[in-house]
Nanobody
Framework: QVQLVESGGGLVQAGGSLRLSCAAS????????MGWYRQAPGKQRDLVAS???????TYADSVKGRFTISRDNAKNTVYLQMNSLKPEDTAVYYC??????????WGQGTQVTVSS
């Protein structure tokens, strides 16, 4: 399977920035999908942003223009740059990676808290 280690969460004031990182290891030959999800208390886990092996990106409407996803294929790492953070961005953020061979994994989650 795929092992993922996340870092970069924390507490920030509204309007601030954070950068999340997620490093993949294990059965990671031919990664095709890398994405970030988030889950607030009492809510479902939703996709925030994703990036394919070809570099195509998608974003949730709520983060467009504020968040940027990127990946470093040499390091098997995906990043989420979060700017202009809002209190409603508060959640546990999870990275998710899948490969062309059916392998996938979830990160352990990292807490992002935005104070007003």
């Amino acid at each position: 399977q795929v092992q993922l280690v996340e870092s970069g969460g924390g507490l920030v004031q509204a309007g601030g920035s954070l950068r999340l990182s997620c490093a993949a290891s294990g059965s990671i030959f031919s990664i095709n999908f890398m994405g970030w999800y988030r889950q607030a208390p009492g809510k479902q886990r939703d996709l925030v942003a994703s990036i394919t092996s070809g570099g195509s990106t998608t974003y949730a409407d709520s983060v467009k223009g504020r968040f940027t996803i990127s990946r470093d294929n040499a390091k098997n790492t995906v990043y989420l740059q979060m700017n202009s953070l809002k209190p409603e961005d508060t959640a546990v953020y999870y990275c998710h990676v899948s490969t062309n061979y059916g392998m996938y994994g979830w990160g352990q989650g990292t807490q992002v808290t935005v104070s007003s």
